[in-house]
């Protein structure tokens, strides 16, 4: 059964910095898109990073630059490293995995952690 737990959250002010993890167990973690995502209150889900299995990373424009992803196929831990936080990035941040393709494309995820809250003040 695919498990993934998210942790790291928190309350930060604007510029600051947060590192997410997300810890996955129960399937080839190696063969899985892996992702984040984050909804604000009253805002659809969007994707933040997605990463493929041979570790392409594609990040969505509002977090260029700024935010980062990393994978410790070691320790099937996904990490995001949030760094000059803005008060739009506000939302709950979602770990995500798929087995199918492309790793690129939302509906690709199939398995959701329960997330964890990321508040940025101004």
């Known amino acids: 059964q695919v498990q993934l737990v998210e942790s790291g959250g928190g309350s930060v002010q604007a510029g600051g910095s947060l590192r997410l993890s997300c810890a996955a167990s129960g399937y080839t973690y190696s063969m899985y898109c892996m992702g984040w995502f984050r909804q604000a209150p009253g805002k659809e889900r969007e994707g933040v990073v997605f990463?493929?299995?041979?570790?392409?990373?594609t990040y969505a424009d509002s977090v260029k630059g700024r935010f980062s992803s990393s994978k410790d196929n070691a320790n099937y831990t996904l990490y995001l490293q949030m760094n000059s936080l803005k008060p739009e990035d506000t939302a709950m941040y979602y770990c995500?995995?798929?087995?199918?393709?492309?790793?690129?494309?939302?509906?690709?995820?199939?398995?959701w952690g329960q997330g964890t809250q990321v508040t940025v003040s101004s």
């Open positions: 995500a995995a798929g087995n199918g393709w492309p790793c690129a494309r939302p509906p690709t995820y199939t398995y």
């Open positions: 990463i493929s299995r041979d570790g392409t990373t």
